[in-house]
Nanobody, 122 residues
C-alpha cells in the first residue's frame, strides 16, 4: 500500500515562502517517481513539479519555474517543495504524488497524498 503524508501547508502573504514535505515508505520512495500537483477551487488538478526518474532530474510547470524547487532527502524518505515568491494564484490544495508519468500531457500519477492547503494572501 502506498502512503504519502504531506505537511507544511498554511497561510502565507504574497511574496513569502513556504516548504511542503511529503513522507513516504522506503519502497515507495525508492521505486516510484514522485512529484507535486495542485488543485485550486473550481479548477482541475495540475502538475507543479516532479522528478523525472528515481535517481534525479526535475521538471516544473512554467507557472512555477524559478520560484519553486523540488528536492528530496533519501535518508528520511521525504520529498520537499520549496516555494518562494508566492503569489495569490498559487493558492490551492497541494498533493504529493507517486508513480508519475510524463508520457501524457499533462503528466499524471497513480498514487496521491491527502493534500495540504496553501493559501497566499495579497
Amino acid at each position: 500500500q502506498v502512503q504519502l503524508v504531506e505537511s507544511g501547508g498554511g497561510l502565507v502573504q504574497a511574496g513569502g515562502s513556504q516548504r511542503l514535505s511529503c513522507a513516504a515508505s522506503d519502497r515507495t520512495f525508492s521505486s516510484y517517481v514522485m512529484g507535486w500537483f495542485r488543485q485550486a477551487p473550481g479548477k482541475e488538478r495540475e502538475f507543479v513539479a516532479g522528478f523525472t526518474s528515481t535517481v534525479g532530474g526535475t521538471s516544473y510547470a512554467d507557472s512555477v519555474k524559478g520560484r519553486f524547487t523540488i528536492s528530496k532527502d533519501t535518508a528520511k524518505n521525504t520529498v520537499y517543495l520549496q516555494m518562494n515568491n508566492l503569489k495569490p494564484e498559487d493558492t490551492a490544495v497541494y498533493y504529493c504524488a507517486a508513480r508519475l508519468y510524463y508520457g501524457t500531457n499533462p503528466p499524471r500519477a497513480d498514487y496521491w497524498g491527502q493534500g495540504t492547503q496553501v493559501t497566499v494572501s495579497s
